[in-house]
């Protein structure tokens, strides 16, 4: 499958490997055409890796991940174009992170609305769906470093969509469990939990760690 990774980061390099590991065919996107970043991973990986701007990415796949900063991601979903998005699906796993006054980070959306709320209003040609974000990247796609039993929340308001995500996280990533927490408005508890996932960390001092809900 051609898939389009928005983002250059650790998020991008590490979902973007693991998917040419699966054998699809993986345009990951930046700013500028020349990303070093970009062009560093399409040189370590080889075949099935490719590299342009978000737009270049958006068009090139036909399954798109939003994994720019938090911050940033309407600016880079802007420059990837509604042409470029329309009628994919996206899976945004950005949290919307400030970094602005140092450690730790606050959201900068939040209680009432969501980084995803405002992208898929922002976007209303594609259709996004929320999803790994409350999880490190290597756990994302392998959530085996956990040991033990974790979930992971999902959102959006396209039911086949959600499907999709769903076979994805346990088809190609070997999630065991995934909680479908209903219209994309459950992004706000979903991105909500991450500072607590930041505090989480320093507590355990490691990023393999998830979240099991119990009743
Ligand atoms: N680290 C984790 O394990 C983890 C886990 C869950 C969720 N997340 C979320 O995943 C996302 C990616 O995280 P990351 O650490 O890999 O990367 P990041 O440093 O948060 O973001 C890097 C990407 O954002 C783009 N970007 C930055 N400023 C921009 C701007 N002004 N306009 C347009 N694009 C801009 C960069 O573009 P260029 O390529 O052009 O530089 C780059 O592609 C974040 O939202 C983060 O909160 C991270």
């Given at each position: 499958?051609?898939?389009?990774?928005?983002?250059?980061?650790?998020?991008?390099?590490?979902?973007?490997?693991?998917?040419?590991?699966?054998?699809?065919?993986?345009t990951?996107?930046?700013?500028?055409?020349?990303?070093?970043?970009?062009?560093?991973?399409?040189?370590?990986?080889?075949?099935?890796?490719?590299?342009?701007?978000?737009?270049?990415?958006?068009?090139?796949?036909?399954?798109?991940?939003?994994?720019?900063?938090?911050v940033?991601?309407?600016?880079?979903?802007?420059?990837?174009?509604?042409?470029?998005?329309?009628?994919?699906?996206?899976?945004?796993?950005a949290?919307?992170?400030?970094?602005?006054?140092?450690?730790?980070?606050?959201?900068?959306?939040?209680?009432?609305?969501?980084?995803?709320?405002?992208?898929?209003?922002?976007?209303?040609?594609?259709?996004?769906?929320?999803?790994?974000?409350?999880?490190?990247?290597h756990?994302?796609?392998?959530?085996?470093?956990?040991?033990?039993?974790?979930?992971?929340?999902?959102?959006?308001?396209?039911?086949?969509?959600?499907?999709?995500?769903?076979?994805?996280?346990?088809?190609?990533?070997?999630?065991?469990?995934?909680?479908?927490?209903?219209?994309?408005?459950?992004?706000?508890?979903?991105?909500?939990?991450?500072?607590?996932?930041?505090?989480?960390?320093?507590?355990?001092?490691?990023?393999?760690?998830?979240?099991?809900?119990?009743?």
């Amino acid at each position: 499958m051609k898939i389009g990774v928005l983002g250059t980061g650790m998020v991008g390099e590490t979902i973007a490997t693991k998917l040419v590991a699966l054998g699809h065919q993986v345009t990951m996107g930046a700013r500028s055409r020349d990303n070093e970043k970009a062009a560093a991973w399409v040189k370590q990986t080889g075949g099935g890796a490719a590299q342009g701007t978000f737009a270049d990415a958006a068009t090139a796949g036909e399954l798109l991940w939003n994994c720019t900063a938090g911050v940033a991601s309407l600016d880079a979903l802007a420059a990837a174009g509604a042409d470029a998005l329309r009628g994919k699906l996206l899976i945004d796993v950005a949290n919307p992170l400030d970094f602005s006054k140092g450690m730790p980070p606050s959201l900068s959306v939040g209680n009432t609305d969501s980084l995803a709320e405002q992208i898929q209003r922002a976007h209303p040609e594609c259709t996004v769906v929320k999803a790994f974000n409350t999880v490190n990247c290597h756990v994302m796609v392998d959530p085996g470093r956990v040991k033990g039993e974790h979930d992971l929340l999902i959102c959006g308001n396209d039911a086949e969509a959600k499907g999709r995500v769903r076979e994805i996280a346990t088809g190609w990533f070997g999630w065991k469990s995934v909680l479908d927490l209903g219209d994309l408005t459950a992004a706000r508890g979903i991105e909500g939990y991450v500072p607590l996932w930041v505090r989480m960390y320093g507590f355990f001092g490691s990023p393999d760690f998830g979240v099991k809900f119990v009743r």
